[in-house]
């Protein structure tokens, strides 16, 4: 049964962008917090879960395994061959205190799997396109204009903590996954393959492998 405050919710009335703001310093201040919002808003507006990508694979081990070897081989890719002909330097100053450092993989493992990877895709993913698609529509020219937009948002995301590298490898990880996305409409892999994907991130740090695989290809 529907009632007007689910209605509201999902429009963009007062209430619907109320609660818009809301999600959006969510995310700002913490990424679960965004998600847990996302959640909050998709049941309180009786949105069906699949509009926000949640809908169960027809092969949870296929799609698991699948997801987490696209998500280490993306991460290599873009470490040894992309990011080293922008000029990113081997190693990432924001997170040298993870190298040999055990004691902060706890919260590394929590950020990046819950914070990263759910939190993150829940909000870029989940959510704006689900907004952004009732606003612009879901045709091709109007689904090429969602991802835009949301890779800029996610890029800018990523610019006061990791500068400039940061940003640009959240480009072109946000367009890798808003592409994704788009195509399956499924947020369980995307969600798997971005926390595979900085879970890679985090052990060549935490080995000091990085350096040694941004030279593997460009001396």
Known sequence: MDDSFAAE???????????????????????????????????????????????????WTRTLIVAILLGVAFKLVLKALVMPLLGAPALNPRYQYLAGNPLALPFAFYALILGAGFGEETFFRGYLFERLGKLLGTGTSARAATIVITTALFALGHLSDQGVAGAEQATMTGLAFGIAYSATENLVPIIVAHAAFDLTALALIYWRLEAAVAHAVFR
């Open 9 to 59: 919710l999902r429009g963009f009335g007062p209430r619907g962008l109320l609660a818009i703001l809301a999600i959006l310093a969510g995310a700002l201040f913490f990424g679960p917090l965004a998600a847990l919002l996302v959640v909050w808003w998709g049941w309180r507006s009786h949105t069906p879960w699949r509009e926000l990508g949640f809908r169960r694979p027809k092969s």
